[in-house]
């Protein structure tokens, strides 16, 4: 069974600086996509990035950027010039590559944005 | 919006009850996947279904049950209600092949009083 672990329950950032969020999992399959997910007050799961295993190149969606560390199974999200608007649970997610897979989440990391 | 609806968005019952949350998919979407949020076990998977037939099982209890009806809309029943079944249900969906992102929808808020 895949694992998925958050170590920072909390986050909080100045507005325009960056934040990076970590994430481990724990797997033996080698294909597999992993995900950050927001989930802002709402209560809306947003996807904010994808990463699939089989590529070396760290996804990269506008201001938010992964460091993936495929061998040391680590998927951290750095956010640049942080917005009040990210202000949101963050959950990072593992997939396996097989049709339909569920999703694994790990348990969230609150951050916040200070003005 | 994710184009995955949800029914209803508030949902308040007692202990013992039973109660059905429902589901539509984005168009053209095959599959459909079932979660909870408790602030206990955080987000974990239940069902999936995949055009009517069920896919996988993940932590789902013995009172829930799902199905998925030919219009491919889904439907989340749980019976005998406890405290500890109060959360958040998401439904999301995706086209159901590798590779598929999954949208989701707003959820159903379940307190059970």
């Known amino acids: 069974a895949q694992t998925v672990t958050q170590s920072q329950p909390e986050m909080s950032v100045q507005e325009a600086e960056t934040v990076t969020l970590s994430c481990t999992y724990d797997?033996?399959?080698?294909?597999?996509?992993l995900f950050w997910y927001k989930q802002p007050p709402s209560r809306q799961m947003i996807l904010v990035i994808r990463q699939e295993a089989y590529k070396q190149q760290n996804a990269t969606e506008n201001r938010f950027s992964v460091n993936f560390q495929k061998a040391a199974k680590s998927f951290s999200l750095k956010i640049s010039d942080s917005q009040l608007g990210d202000t949101a649970m963050y959950f990072c997610a593992f997939m396996k590559e097989t049709s339909g897979s569920r999703l694994t989440f790990g348990e969230g990391t609150q951050l916040t944005v200070n003005p | 919006d994710s184009g995955v609806t949800q029914t209803p968005k508030h949902l308040i019952t007692a202990t013992g009850q039973r109660v059905t949350l429902r589901c539509s998919p984005r168009?053209?979407?095959?599959?459909v996947y079932w979660y909870q949020q408790s602030l206990d076990q955080g987000l974990q998977f239940l069902i999936q279904y995949y055009n009517g037939e069920e896919r996988a099982k993940g932590n789902i209890l013995e009172r829930f049950s799902a199905q998925q009806f030919p219009d491919l809309h889904s439907e989340l029943n749980l019976s005998s209600l406890e405290l500890g079944d109060s959360a958040l249900y998401f439904c999301?969906?995706?086209?159901?092949?590798?590779?598929?992102?999954?949208?989701f929808g707003p959820g159903t808020r379940l307190t059970v009083l």
């Open positions: 797997t033996s399959e080698n294909n597999y996509y």
């Open positions: 999301a969906s995706s086209g159901g092949g590798v590779n598929n992102e999954q949208f």
């Open positions: 168009s053209g979407d095959l599959s």
